[in-house]
């Protein structure tokens, strides 16, 4: 009876792990989705064309994955797609930097040519 009662409770969850994996993946999917449209496609495209590009790439490869029931691949494009877009945010954050950066410098050097005149 135990025998059979283990059976039971395996099959159960072999049965419910694929579906436990496609939610998985919906879920990567729409993290994913949340994160890339939170980015400025403006200064992403200014900061990080290439990487914006690579980002969008592989959100639509996951979308298409997660369209065709390719669960475990749709998670690996979601996740690709997601650190893409966390290098896009990096990039955008970096451009904004130099741009002050280079606003003091423009800064501190028409104070000097004003104590100099």
Not at 66 to 90: F, N, P
């Amino acid at each position: 009876m135990n025998k059979i009662f283990a059976a039971v409770l395996l099959g159960g969850a072999l049965l419910a792990a694929p579906a436990a994996f496609a939610d998985e993946a919906r879920d990567t999917l729409l993290k994913a989705e949340a994160q890339i449209e939170a980015l400025d496609s403006a200064d992403a495209a200014m900061a990080a064309s290439v990487d914006y590009q690579e980002t969008q790439l592989r959100l639509q490869e996951a979308r298409d994955a997660e369209a065709k029931g390719h669960d475990e691949e749709s998670v690996w494009r979601s996740q690709e797609a997601a650190l893409h877009g966390e290098i896009v945010q990096e990039k955008i954050k970096l451009h904004a930097l130099e741009r002050t950066v280079t606003e003091i410098k423009t800064g501190i050097e028409t104070l000097r040519r004003e104590l100099v005149s």
